[in-house]
């Protein structure tokens, strides 16, 4: 696998205006997509991501109806053919992953590593979205794209309960 960085990092925020307020008016960063993740299964997230510098990019999540807490980081797959390989790879080394995610202006993978912890592989494809548009973007996904469970707690006690009893 070759690799090229990341493309994001994504957390949890409990108010999504406060956290502009302060990566952008008191860090400076530019918001470049906000957009709103509809959960299939009921629920929304309001999503922002702002421009950190080097063509990475820091995003955070707002919980609606969903479990809180989604924290994942984000590698740069560089194309969406890159990106279906990655996956097919991942796949034929034993690793789950979802499908490619249609984000609108970007493309995803998700997947965890044995300690639960979310990662992705994602492609930008075409530009960012400009005024407007760019600040209200939507896309429906199924939860399990996102993977909002307490994924760490549950491969805790898979581990748990593979070791012997004494």
């Given amino acids: 696998m070759t690799h090229q960085g990341f493309s994001h990092i994504g957390l949890s925020t409990l108010d999504l205006d406060n956290t502009r307020a302060f990566y952008e008016g008191v860090l400076g960063f530019k918001p470049v997509v906000a957009d709103t993740i509809t959960i299939e299964e009921g629920g929304h997230l309001r999503h922002m ?3 950190v510098g080097g ?3 820091i995003t ?13 980081f984000a590698f740069e ?3 969406t053919a890159v990106l279906a390989q990655k996956r097919d790879e ?3 080394k034993g690793v789950e992953t979802t499908e490619i995610v249609d984000h609108g202006w970007a493309r995803s993978i998700y997947f965890k590593d044995p300690n639960g912890i979310s990662l992705e592989y ?3 494809v075409g530009e960012l979205p400009g005024g407007d548009k760019m600040m209200h973007g939507e896309f429906t996904v199924p939860l399990g794209a996102l993977e909002l469970t307490d994924t760490l707690t549950k491969a805790r006690s898979a581990a748990d309960r593979s070791k012997p009893r004494v």
């Fill in 49 to 51: 991501f702002f421009d």
């Fill in 55 to 57: 063509g990475q990019l």
């Fill in 60 to 72: 955070f999540l707002e919980p609606n109806g969903v479990p809180d807490g989604f924290y994942h």
């Fill in 77 to 79: 797959a560089g194309s």
């Fill in 90 to 92: 991942l796949r034929g």
């Fill in 122 to 124: 994602c492609c930008i």
